[in-house]
């Protein structure tokens, strides 16, 4: 073991003697990860930007399942294994072995639409070279949705990972969206490669121009404002992961080429590295902790009592606020569902008429000498087809709408905590003579705020298409009786597949606001929890006797010693060997 591991381990069994439960469970995770030496490497991005492609690339073999399917809350790990198989953790706490032709049943929303399974993870071995190499790759299901990536699972695989693969699409271009994910993966790996995925969808110049203008935002998102002075964020590899997966692409060799490089010579030195940093961020929130208790205990009397309760009241501010912004998500999902309600009113009776125009064409034309028997079947056939796809579409009209105004309160909330959290650190210098570290939250609250929806296609067009036909008269008679029935059907139809569609997005929508209401009590929780402990431990130690306060101050002294010394020790660590390598 070098002095650098050493360092390390010694520092990890120290601060889980010190920690809570959670920090425990954190630094256990740490400690197997680097005792199996295998890195995981986050594949991030938003959605349908070929993660789970590029990763079956890497792989070698389809093994992910991939395509226009969105997958569900389950982030996908995948690991070496000589038998391959698929472990499923559930939310009840048991396991199951599956084979690997599970996956699709597990993972994806058709074959566990909502996660009705109740998937908590799942994990893949398989047998594959890249993986041999000590590595693990995390699948995530969109990293950049309130509802069926749970957030508690977002913030999991961010806090986790060591290093990232961050997978944009050439076509469309980065949003700002993906820049903010940028950013907070950025700030949390060791190492993060760039992936412009779907290069075959443009050509050579445009390609060209899509990677300069990507590399701009990029370097923006790490450090810049205006896409000049930013952080380098290293090369950004154009490729196309299907073109790979499906015969070969040099763009794709050329990433293969460097990450197997980078696992070589790098894999170690950034898992220690990460496992440093996640530990220092615990040593330093728990420093602040003793901090504050000291520092509230020796100003306990007078004036200087009157300045510890003054902040007190601005931590209750926080955590207030932290109510608060529950409400906030509250009312921004009252107002959706509102807006939601309204447009399915206004869109049914205007969608039924621009069906039925739609579907005049076709009887006027292609099935105006058609039979009646004929007229009703094929027609029915195109009246489903034109329902289907009218409600559709404004089913995915009114999701971009839900979608963005979540994207909203996202935003605002996670600004509103770090504004807080500003507030703490600069209130803790000015009353307390303190320098808190108050770590920042990682990222949006909600690292993903994408839905998802069972298709009510096949139920649409068994319901349309249901019923045996009609007897119809003979002649122009009955093909005008048969178009007059299609007719008088359509806005019935149209109106009913708005209202399952409504249905559907009413559903998500409050579950999306359950999630990110969670979310938020859980991150200001994470906030002001440790500062809260110290100021009540504090106010305890007033009402103690001398000998009793004096003997606290020497374990809370000792306490601060020690994680110092585990500081102390992680940055012995993080010195060791090379330097990590930022934004490759």
């Known amino acids: 073991m070098s002095d650098g591991d050493g360092a390390l381990d010694g520092a990890l069994e120290q601060l889980a ?13 740490l400690r197997d990860r680097l005792a199996a030496a295998r890195l995981r490497v986050l594949v991030a991005g938003e959605a349908k930007r070929g993660k789970s492609t590029l990763i079956n690339a890497l792989l070698g073999r389809a093994v992910l399942p991939a395509g226009v399917t969105p997958l569900t809350a389950v982030a996908t790990t995948v690991r070496y294994g000589d038998d391959p198989r698929v472990e499923v953790r559930f939310g009840d706490g048991h396991e199951e072995k599956q084979p690997l032709s599970a996956l699709p049943e597990l993972v994806t929303e058709r074959g566990n639409p909502g996660n009705r399974r109740r998937v908590a993870s799942v994990t893949v071995h398989l047998d594959a070279p890249l993986l041999a190499g000590g590595v693990e790759l995390v699948d995530t299901p969109g990293t950049g949705s309130v509802y069926e990536w749970d957030t508690a699972a977002a913030r999991e695989a961010l806090q986790t990972m060591d290093a990232a693969v961050f997978v944009l699409a050439a076509d469309p271009p980065v949003s700002a969206a993906e820049r903010d994910l940028y950013a907070t993966v950025t700030g949390l790996s060791v190492t993060t490669f760039t992936v412009l995925n779907k290069a075959d969808h443009l050509d050579a110049a445009g390609l060209a121009e899509a990677t300069e203008f990507t590399r701009r935002v990029l370097a923006a998102a790490a450090g810049g404002h205006d896409g000049q002075g930013g952080r380098d964020p290293g090369r950004v590899y154009a490729l196309s992961a299907r073109a790979a997966l499906n015969g070969g692409d040099p763009g794709f060799d050329e990433f293969t080429a460097d990450f197997t490089a980078y696992l070589a010579s790098r894999r170690m030195s950034d898992l220690r590295s990460a496992a440093v940093m996640r530990a220092e961020r615990i040593a330093r929130s728990l420093l602040d902790e003793v901090a504050l208790t000291r520092r509230a205990a020796e100003l306990a009397v007078g004036d200087a009592a009157d300045q510890v309760d003054r902040f007190g009241e601005r931590l209750t501010e926080v955590v207030v606020r932290g109510r608060d ?11 959706l569902l509102t807006a939601l309600n309204e447009a399915a009113e206004a869109s049914g009776p205007r969608l039924g008429g621009e069906v039925a125009g739609r579907l005049d064409e076709v009887l006027e034309t292609e099935l105006r000498d058609a039979s009646p028997a004929e ?3 094929r027609g029915r056939e195109r009246l489903a087809a034109l329902t289907l796809a009218a409600a559709e579409a404004w089913r995915e009209q009114r999701r971009q709408v839900i979608e963005d105004g979540l994207a909203r309160t996202d935003v605002r909330l ?19 003579g303190l320098d808190l570290a108050v770590p920042a939250p990682a990222g949006r609250l909600a690292e993903d705020r994408r839905f998802f929806f069972t298709t009510a296609e096949d139920i649409g067009q068994t319901e349309l298409l249901a019923g045996a036909i009609r007897r119809s008269l003979p002649g122009e008679a009955g093909r005008r009786r048969a178009r007059e029935h299609l007719r008088r059907e359509t806005p019935g139809l149209v109106e009913s597949q708005i209202g399952r569609a409504r249905g559907d997005l009413q559903y998500r929508l409050s579950e999306a606001a359950r999630s990110l209401a969670r979310s938020v009590q859980q991150r200001y929780a994470d906030a002001t929890d440790r500062m809260q402990s ?15 306060a004096e003997e606290k101050e020497r374990e809370l002294s000792e306490r601060a010693a020690v994680l110092h010394h585990v500081l102390a020790q992680l940055a012995e660590a993080g010195n060791a060997g090379d330097q990590p390598v930022a934004g490759r």
């Open 17 to 29: 003697a010190l920690g809570t439960d959670r920090d425990r469970e954190q630094i256990a995770a």
């Open 325 to 335: 912004a529950v409400a906030v998500v509250n009312a921004e999902s009252g107002r």
């Open 375 to 377: 007229i009703e079947r």
């Open 414 to 432: 996670t600004a509103d905590l770090q504004a807080a959290l500003d507030v703490l650190r600069d209130s803790a210098a000015e009353l307390l």
């Open 534 to 548: 110290a100021l009540a431990a504090a106010a305890g130690l007033r009402h103690v006797s001398q000998a009793t």
